[in-house]
């Protein structure tokens, strides 16, 4: 949502703030700041707009110097985006600064208090109170003052304090929002997530809610809220810097694309031995324990939501056992009959998005196992969760999710071969063709990669293009979902995905002559049926592109426009149907001069309701 770094050490920090907000921006992108103390006072720059209008205005790091700061990249929340709601945020007598990710739920109210009391507010946002009341509680310790403020925060918050009479020092706390300090030699940092620190440490310690780090520049202690010493274990994290790099791409996005058949071989293959998919090392799912599962639910948000969607039908076919599959903002707030005899698959990329965490949490309570399938280790979800299944997908900056989209896809087939072949619901022949096909999918999937040319030139042909409907039956349909949010999340051309066979029940009134219709028809049981829904919509006027596998030739016959993918088990197909979509909603965007990697209103983890 929002990305927030700090630094206390011995070099200039506003350098080191800005290059760590640079590997943040992803979080968010319409206003930024820093906060120095240079040896006397707090300096804070902050402005409305994108970093490089901070770095413009700090002459590159020129103008404040000091060696403890903290900075900030917004999403804008409480308060439109402006120079005011810019963070850092002080307290009236500019003795505190703070940065904040999160929502203070009931900052109105101690809005209204500490205004009774006579202090003014420069910003609408709910992160200056925490500023304020910083201020109003100050009793000269740091921690104390700062234990005493979160004490009447209702909400979740990541959070830097920096405070002018205790120069020496950072204090950060979280609830509910991923705050990590990064340990190095007499320096020390804090930040949202690794990215922004991995170029100077490898080493750091994850914050877990209620807990309180206070960071000196060769110390760092953490306390819970009784001002207990905590002892933390320091993590040495294995990432690779250049994998957070943009590399010669012109789009993060297309960099991710292009990465994707490697994100699904480190996914899939420490799991493949031997000709058999071990997953013991991840989970223990006992052939009792599976057994017993009456009923999977699967959550997730947005493309993770679409992934489950894949896994509903997969889950469903090899297991034969009911699952439901829900976005985790309605899930949350529904009445799922969810018991200690549910499996609870919790699908997100950043691991730290609220629902789908709300939603693991209302299974945990209402007895169910939670599984998460996660991509960044030691997220809240992964926390929380029973058990975890990582996808090896490596960084994703982009906003739009692919590669991690496709890992994803990886643990859903990994799991349901296994438990379908533990359970005995397959035979022995069909495991063994599903494994031989898991082997070659990252080498299909480069192949599919190597249309790329191709796609970009009919893109060429359709960039200016008013609407697209998507459509597909059974798992083409959930691929229908995901092409269909990728295209209009880059590109905001208005884009639909139908059920192939609902078309005709009231959207096709929408089809009219030009309108361009992606049919996706890859599922060889319901060929036919893709026939008649293309034939349906050509009728109307429609233009078809589609989406089908080398052996489907007669399909490809009747659309206007085609690519091929190469053939595999048709429960994997979705990873290879994907992927032109994903290019095609690429080059849209980019022909269309979108801004890709930071689509407007959007941010890549959305750890706010
Ligand atoms: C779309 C996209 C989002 C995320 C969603 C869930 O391209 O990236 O729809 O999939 O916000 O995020 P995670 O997976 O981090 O829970």
């Known amino acids: 949502m929002c990305g927030i770094v700090g630094y206390i050490g011995d070099e200039e920090a506003v350098e080191l703030l800005l290059n760590g907000l640079e590997k943040l921006e992803y979080r968010g992108y319409d206003s930024a700041g820093v906060a120095i103390y240079d040896g006397k006072e707090l300096k804070v720059s902050k402005t409305k707009g994108r970093l490089k209008a901070l770095r413009h205005m700090l002459g590159n790091g020129e103008k404040m110097n000091g060696t403890v700061g903290i900075g900030h990249t917004r999403w804008a929340t409480h308060g439109k985006p402006s120079d005011e709601n810019s963070h850092p945020h002080t307290s009236a007598s500019r003795k505190f600064a703070v ?34 009341l910083l201020e109003h509680y100050d009793n000269g310790n740091t921690l104390e003052t700062v234990i005493r403020v979160l004490k009447d925060l209702e909400g979740s918050y990541a959070i830097g304090i920096i405070n002018k009479d205790n120069p020496h020092e950072i204090v950060a706390a979280r609830k509910d929002n991923p705050l990590i300090v990064g340990v190095g030699k007499d320096e020390n940092f804090i930040a949202s997530d690794v990215n922004a620190i991995v170029s100077r440490t490898k080493d750091i310690m994850r914050l877990e809610d209620g807990e309180i780090a206070v960071i000196k520049s060769n110390k760092v202690v953490v306390y819970d809220m009784d001002k207990n010493i905590i002892k933390k274990n320091i993590q040495r994290v294995n990432w690779d810097i250049s994998a957070a790099g943009k590399n010669n791409y012109s789009h993060f996005m297309l960099k991710e694309i292009m990465e994707q058949p490697k994100a699904v071989h480190d996914t899939l293959f420490p799991r493949l031995k031997k000709g058999e998919i071990v997953l013991e090392d991840d989970i223990n799912l006992s052939k009792e324990y599976l057994e017993k599962i009456n009923k999977i639910f699967i959550v997730g948000c947005g493309s993770a939501y679409h992934a489950g969607c894949v896994g509903k039908y997969i889950f469903e076919k090899l297991l034969k056992k009911p699952v439901e599959v829900d976005i ?28 789908t965490l709300a939603a693991i949490r209302r299974s945990k309570q209402l007895g169910a196992r939670v599984l998460s399938i996660v991509n960044v280790v030691g997220s809240s979800i992964a926390v929380e969760s029973d058990d975890v299944f990582y996808t090896w997908a490596g960084p994703e900056i982009a906003v739009a999710t692919t590669k991690a989209y496709s890992a994803q896809l990886v643990a859903i087939y990994l799991l349901s071969i296994y438990a379908a072949n533990k359970l005995e619901k397959i035979s022995r022949i069909a495991y063994t063709r599903y494994v031989d096909e898991l082997f070659f999918l990252p080498k299909k999937m480069q192949k599919v990669l190597n249309l790329t040319d191709k796609i970009r030139k009919f893109s060429e042909k359709k960039y200016l293009l008013e609407s697209v409907f998507f459509m597909g039956r059974n798992l083409d349909y959930a691929v229908s979902m995901e092409g269909s949010l990728k295209f209009k999340e880059i590109s905001y051309v208005h884009a639909e995905a139908y059920a192939a066979g609902e078309l005709k029940h009231g959207t096709i009134s929408l089809i009219e002559n030009g309108t361009l219709v992606v049919a996706v028809a890859t599922q060889r049981s319901v060929t036919d049926k893709m026939a008649n829904n293309i034939e349906e919509v050509k009728a109307r006027g429609a ?13 490809r016959k009747i659309c206007d426009f085609s690519f091929s993918v190469p053939d595999t088990h048709d429960i994997l197909q979705p990873s290879l149907s994907i992927i032109p979509l994903q290019l095609f909603s690429y080059f849209v965007a980019m022909l269309r001069g979108c801004d890709i990697d930071k689509p407007r209103n959007l941010a890549k983890s959305v750890t706010i309701e």
Do not use: M, W
């Open 328 to 355: 985790a903002s309605e899930f949350r707030y529904r009445n799922p009959i969810v018991d200690e005899n549910s499996l609870v698959i919790a699908i997100s990329q950043s691991g730290e998005t609220a629902d």
């Open 99 to 132: 940065v904040h990710n999160g929502i203070i739920g009931n900052y109105l109210s101690i809005k209204e208090l500490l205004t009774n009391l006579g202090k003014e507010f420069s910003s609408e946002t709910d992160t200056e109170v925490i500023a304020q």
């Open 543 to 555: 233009q078809i592109l589609g989406i089908s596998t080398d052996s489907c030739l007669d399909l």
